[in-house]
């Protein structure tokens, strides 16, 4: 019986080894090209082929969800989604007994309590970042002069994933300044914003990252690269909070 129970199992990790990626080696299906190409593709002897291929179910719903771009909803937005629900259904919406919605400019923290002192030690550690530093690749890959030198690790200038830790640093330092309106933080992010604006603009074609556009070429072609997409997300994400949380335009 026991024997049974193991050869099943076996042979269900097979049956699921065959029909699931369980790797990290990218297919076809892998480059954001392909997948556009076919799910907009008028071809539908093409389309056959290709999910007959890659063992997809035209009306399963889930092989359809898996070829679609992700599109997560962050933390957030999922509250105010529910916020939303909510609101819909309760007829106590408007008399107060509901939560509302507050802007983290409107809150502070207790000076003295644990809370405020955690929140301080990660404002220190922002202003002790360098605006130079963050964005010495930036600089070098838009072809401006490049003062003072790069940090290591991720920035560092041979990493693959330069630049993303400087999203990061977009997105901790927009909500910062809303929860303390440090007007140092401000002036050093705000100069970060700046610096990166001059190196879109020196591109001249919107392209705005601190790694050449190759690294995504190396992608679409299913070539070895860490992750230019997942980089990319990170500083329209750092952006987007220094738009809506600090006014910068
Ligand atoms: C549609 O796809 C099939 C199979 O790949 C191909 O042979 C054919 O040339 C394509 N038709 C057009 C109009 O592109
Ligand atoms: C910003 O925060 C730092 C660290 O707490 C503090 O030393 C500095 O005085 C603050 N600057 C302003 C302008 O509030």
């Known amino acids: 019986m026991k024997g049974l129970l193991v050869v099943v199992m076996v042979s269900l990790l097979?049956?699921?080894g065959i029909s699931k990626e369980c790797t990290n080696i990218p297919t076809q299906l892998s480059s954001h090209s392909f997948r556009y190409e076919l799910l907009s593709s008028q071809n539908e002897t093409w389309k056959e082929e290709m999910f007959e291929h890659y063992h997809l179910t035209p009306t399963d719903d889930s092989a359809w969800a898996s070829l679609l771009p992700r599109k997560t909803?962050?933390?957030?937005?999922?509250y105010s989604w529910e916020m939303m629900y909510r609101n819909l259904k309760s007829p106590l919406k408007s008399s107060g007994n509901f939560l509302n919605e507050m802007s983290l400019h409107n809150v502070r923290l207790d000076p003295g309590s644990i809370h405020w002192q955690a929140q301080h030690t990660n404002l220190e550690y922002l202003l002790m970042l360098d605006v130079n530093k963050l964005v010495w690749s930036f600089r070098k890959t838009a072809g401006l002069s490049t003062?003072?030198?790069?940090?290591?690790?991720?920035?560092?200038?041979?990493?693959?994933?330069r630049g993303h830790f400087v999203g990061h640093y977009l997105s901790a330092s927009a909500q910062m300044w809303a929860s303390t309106h440090n007007e140092t933080l401000k002036k050093k992010m705000s100069a970060v914003v700046s610096a990166l604006s001059a190196c879109q603009m020196k591109m001249g074609i919107g392209y705005l990252s601190a790694f050449p556009s190759e690294l995504f070429d190396r992608f679409e072609a299913i070539k070895p690269v860490w992750a230019p997409y997942y980089t990319i997300?990170?500083?329209?994400?750092?952006?987007?909070?220094?738009?809506?949380?600090?006014?910068n335009s």
């Open 147 to 161: 003062p003072g030198k790069a940090y290591g690790g991720w920035e560092a200038p041979d990493s693959e994933l």
């Open 14 to 16: 097979c049956v699921f």
């Open 73 to 78: 909803l962050r933390e957030d937005d999922e």
């Open 233 to 247: 997300h990170k500083i329209l994400a750092g952006l987007l909070d220094q738009y809506t949380l600090a006014d």
